[in-house]
């Protein structure tokens, strides 16, 4: 029953127009009353001008706030949190930390409710580099990595484990997992995390580790943001090579190519970082490489002919100081005699470790340069488990991908053992699972709803195939898909909102729990 037969009220002209009026408070109070000049921050609340926050990378999803906070301290997130929950489910507003934008599907957004910027949250708040047996860096969570790795080469230390692209926040990889070639070896970002500050849906402002307060640690690593706003993390570091020699050969056959990785990720005398690339109808392909690589054999690889065919490049690096350059040269030439690419397509270049961890923040300057970084990026994430790799190759490399010269489609195995299990990131079954990454992005509309349908293919096959796979940063409508993607681990996240965030306030663009907005 609606709420006009509920009322059993007539309806009217006059009172259609009293609705609408009625309607538009109620609208109005969820806009601009939401943040009482009693509330005493140090930083600002911005209500005109937020079309920022209703932006991400992945430009598919456009929510306006209500209002921006560009917090100066750790204690303006909490007290708005407090206040938000102090008025109650009511209100229906929500709360989203927002880093760098880079989300795909809307989930830095609030709909009407409040964004946080955490990049603000960096001024007068900076790194601690601890040396030691045990070095770690302590980062605001507004951090992007790309600055914690210039600090932390001053001092001879870097993180153990990256993602493809750091330009990002720690808070916002930490809340995923953050994943790249080290992961093998390394595990994901939250596997190297040593402590956590964290700001809980109750406002409540907490320190948390592996021994203190440690189910909302673990809670809040891969968490999604639903349990509480990361606004600092202590990183483990190791100490950072000066040089990389970096590696690129091309297989024709899955089998092999897959066979290669997972020795390379298995063995105790191996390659620092580990990736793979799906390469499908791409036109010049070695001679591209030319540019920034050395061919082996170059007579032959200028023979080579990657038109038409589907190839699959091994992305190798081993790390090195120059004094070292003899032997790390040796070393490598044995690593790869192990392996069966196609002896032709070897190419190998050196750079500086700086430059090989920032290598994407290159191709985004070019796409810049050409106006393709800022249109929609129908990205799919998946986690592959291995005995399913071939069977997933053979039908999604080999009969529905067409090409790949719109962006990159990874695929590279990790190691379980390096992820901790009680961290809120969900994994599939077995102890060697890939990374399967489709990164396109959409020229035009016509585009978006191709790569959109490809997707919508890939994971009705992986389900039709019974193949066990996960989403990577997810993305689901329904609490019904929800429940599926955790799985056994569902009542497990289900107590932690309860205990952390009761009213679900945080993180409402991850569509996991919908706050109730009551106005009768």
């Known amino acids: 029953m609606s709420f006009m037969e509920r009322s059993n009220i007539l309806f009217t002209p006059n009172l259609s127009i009293l609705l609408v009026f009625f309607c538009m408070v109620i609208k109005l109070s969820l806009c601009f009353p939401v943040i009482p000049s009693s509330l005493k921050i140090q930083g600002s609340f911005s209500f005109h001008g937020n079309e920022f926050a209703a932006r991400d990378f992945g430009n598919r999803y456009h929510f306006l706030p209500s209002a921006v906070l560009f917090p100066k301290k750790v204690s303006d997130i909490a007290s708005t949190v407090k206040h938000v929950l ?5 209100s229906g507003l929500t709360i989203a930390a927002r880093g760098h934008g880079h989300s795909l599907q809307g989930q830095s957004q609030a709909p009407q409710g409040i964004v946080i910027n955490m990049e603000s949250l960096i001024s007068g708040q900076e790194m601690q580099i601890h040396r030691g047996r045990f070095p770690f860096v302590d980062v605001s969570a507004g951090e992007l990595w790309i600055n914690i790795l210039h600090e932390c080469l001053k001092y001879g230390l870097a993180p153990k484990s990256w993602t493809d692209y750091l330009h ?8 995923n997992a953050g994943i790249s070639g080290q992961a093998f070896r390394h595990g994901p970002q939250i596997s190297n995390v040593y402590q956590l500050e964290v700001v809980t849906g109750k406002g409540e402002v907490v320190v948390c580790s592996a021994e203190k307060n440690a189910d909302l640690f673990h809670g809040v690593l891969g968490g999604l943001g639903q349990f509480g706003i990361i606004t600092r993390a202590r990183i483990a570091l190791e100490p950072a090579p000066k040089m990389v020699k970096w590696i690129r050969v091309l297989y024709s056959d899955f089998s092999t190519f897959s066979r290669d990785q997972e020795n390379l990720i298995s063995a105790e005398n191996t390659f620092d970082y580990i990736e793979g690339l799906v390469i499908v109808n791409k036109t010049g392909l070695v001679n591209n490489w030319r540019s920034s690589f050395s061919p082996e054999e170059p007579e032959q690889a200028s ?10 490049c091994l992305e190798l690096t081993k790390n090195f100081d120059p004094e070292e350059s003899d032997n790390i040269n040796q070393e490598i030439k044995f690593l790869l005699s192990e392996l069966n690419y196609i002896p032709s397509t070897l190419f190998v270049t050196e750079v500086s470790y700086t430059k090989f961890l920032d290598r994407v923040h290159s191709a985004e300057l070019k796409l810049r340069s050409k106006g393709l970084w800022d249109l929609p990026h129908p990205w799919l994430n998946l986690l592959v488990p291995r005995s399913k790799i071939n069977n997933f190759a053979e039908v999604v490399f080999g009969n529905m991908l067409t090409d790949t010269n719109n962006g990159p489609v990874l695929v590279y195995p990790v190691n379980k053992s390096k992820w901790d299990n009680k961290t809120s990131v969900v994994l599939p079954e077995e102890d060697i699972f890939y990374l399967v990454a489709f990164l396109p992005h959409a020229a035009e509309n016509d ?12 994971l009705d096959f992986c389900e039709a195939a019974s193949l066990g796979v996960k989403q990577y940063l997810p993305f689901y409508t329904t609490q019904v898909e929800w429940r599926r993607h955790f799985g056994a681990r569902w009542e497990t996240f289900v107590q932690r909102k309860l205990a952390y965030d009761p009213f679900a306030i945080l993180a409402p663009g991850q569509r996991v729990f919908q706050r109730s907005i009551s106005i009768l």
Do not use: Y
């Open 86 to 90: 102090q008025m109650g489910p009511a």
């Open 168 to 175: 990002l926040t720690v808070g916002g990889t930490l809340s």
């Open 303 to 312: 023979k080579f002919v990657s038109d038409g065919k589907t190839l699959f």
């Open 447 to 458: 585009g978006l709803q191709n790569f959109l349908s490809l997707n919508k293919r890939i």
